[in-house]
């Protein structure tokens, strides 16, 4: 069964906006040649830059299940434009800060909602296929941008601000054409703004109480620690071995386009298994891969490591999506995913950092076996997943409304 229309518009809109957003490290390229902060400023801006992130996992998810997920991504994208165009203007370190913080948060507070409308808009036979044609656009709109944001940044700095709030704006058009969320039922709707937080704060608290989600949420934490690596350790270590950063940019590159060509073929290649298989396959072919650069020394024994991991990349994105909406009750999908990416995104925060602290102090060997042993450790706790409770799909509690993804998916056909 095709896709609907509507899952297409918000693909669109979502590439549009990865390929316009300027990535950390350029932002900080540009506050530093402009000379508007310090070099020893820069982890701030960083540090508060990864804080937003962070916490709109959790905020996003939960304002995705109050106000429709629709509503959340159309709403973010004036503000992202906004923040955009005041970072041009902006010479004070303190407003500078202020602005990471804040463009930050809204540069990932649309990813549980864009999970919760894949949700919406299709039938739940089909999100995987959904969502890993989703991750696709991601990656095409995330590889793309830094070669934009290089290119703008010695031609027309300003220009990438600029570029940036085009992005957000076309994203939000493109996603205001996607049918409205349906409002949700008198008897389920906020009284007031006090009723409307506390049912906020009980969907964000709501996935850590369900022992088989806590499991998964400490495990994904863990997994993001060994992944992020590939932002930090990684391309130093491979700089240390040798490697140009044309050559480093190709092995990165290698992970880009190999997620690209295989994410689409994921559902079809794990249809069969059971729920946490994929996930202790893409654990395994993570710790093996990051493991294995214990032994590279040059490009190619990089590459073949990169390959490695990256099959675990695509097997894991798409089927760990799936399985939190697989287990999220209705109405609650955003903040279900919200606690998905707020458990990847503290990652950034401690794994990063942490990594990088074990190899200046013991070298990157030590590194890369610590990392295969937590690596090993992770997948056993997926493979130990079904012994938990709330790891079996609960039925889908009857309604008396119409199925949102069939009234979607007759009106955008």
Known sequence: MALPKAFWLLWCGQTVSRLGTLAPAFLVLYLEQNGLVASGTTPLVVGLFGAGVVLSGLVGGAVAD?????R???AAQPFTAATALLFAVADNVAALCALSLITGFLSAVDRPAGAGLISAIVPPEQFSKAYSLFLVGFNIGMSLSPVLSGFLLEVSPGALFVV??????LYAALVFAVPADPLPRTADRPGGLSAALGSAARGIAEPFRTPVLVAFLLLTFLLACIYLQVNSALPLDMRDSGLTAGGIGFVLAVNAVLSVLLLPLVPRLVGGLRPHVPLVLAAAFMAVGFGANVLAGGMVSFTLATVVWTLGEVLWAPMSATFIAD????????SYQGSYFFAWNAAFVVGSPAGLALAHA???????????????????????????AGFTKAPAPPTDRPDTAEELTRETR
Do not use: K
Not at 66 to 70: E, F, N, S, T, V
Not at 164 to 169: E, N, P, Q, T
Not at 327 to 334: K, L
């Open 164 to 169: 940036w709030a085009v992005s957000s704006l």
């Open 66 to 70: 109050l106000i429709g997920p629709r």
């Open 362 to 388: 013991h070298g990157y060997g030590a590194l890369w076996l610590s990392v295969l042993g937590l690596g090993c450790a992770v997948t056993l706790g997926f493979a130990l997943l079904p012994r938990l």
């Open 327 to 334: 287990r999220a009750p209705a109405g609650r999908s955003g």
């Open 72 to 74: 959340t991504i159309v």
